[in-house]
Each structure stands twice: as C-alpha cells, then as structure tokens.
C-alpha cells in the first residue's frame, strides 16, 4: 500500500484572506462544504487533479501553526511564486535554494503564519 499524501488541511484566523492568498498564488478553488467557516480545495485541473484539501477558521486558543505541517507545493516557477506570495500579502522566509537532484524551492508564510513550501521539481536530465 503506498503512503502517498492523499489530503491537506490548514487553519486561518480568517479563511476568506486565506482564501484570496491561495486563489491568488496557485489559483485553487475553495467551495464552502459542512461547518461556517469550512471549505473544500480544489487544487489541480481535469489533466493533473493534484490532492484535495480543506480550510477552516483556526479554533480559539490554537496558534499560527499549531498541530499542523509544512506541506510542498509543486510549481512551474518558484520566482513566479515568491513575487506572487508577496503580492498576496505573503512573505518569504527561505529565498530560492537548490535541493541537490531534486529541485528549486522556496519557503513562505501565507496571510496565516503558516510555513509552506514551493517546489520546482528538476526534469530527468537534471537529476543527480
């Protein structure tokens, strides 16, 4: 059985900034679904669907961060991202470095104080 990330979750002291940030930076498309305050994402398109998600206003007393994760976000451009994240109302918190035979990456915290990352995956033939 793998053991691939098959779900995302994150908390926002306001989910509608939240949402903006990632309509904004990644184009990801949120539907509200159950609770106030509770939204599905849709991160992909039909040719490549990537996961789905969900966004809920963090609960009272929990912190930027608290019982979550940093998750990896696959990009085309990680400059593209990070002057987007920043247009947003981001900021980055790692500039662009290389991940030896992986990739290009960057860091970020969103509207939310949470850490993310975006990644630009190297092709085959600059793996190493």
């Not at 940093?70 to 990070?82: G, K, L, N």
């Amino acid at each position: 059985m793998a053991n691939n990330v098959a779900h995302f979750h994150f908390e926002a002291d306001d989910p509608a900034r939240a949402r903006r940030f990632y309509e904004a930076v990644f184009g990801w498309r949120f539907r509200a679904f159950g609770p106030p305050d509770f939204f599905t994402i849709a991160t992909g398109d039909d040719a490549r669907p990537g996961i789905h998600g969900s966004l809920s206003r963090r609960p009272p007393g929990h912190g930027a961060g608290e019982g979550g994760f940093e998750c990896t976000i696959s990009v085309d451009d990680v400059d593209a991202i990070a002057r987007a994240v920043t247009a947003a109302g981001g900021r980055i918190v790692m500039p662009r470095n290389v991940i030896h035979g992986v990739g290009e990456h960057i860091r970020f915290e969103d509207t939310e104080g949470n850490v993310v990352a975006a990644l630009k995956y190297f092709d085959e033939s600059q793996r190493g």
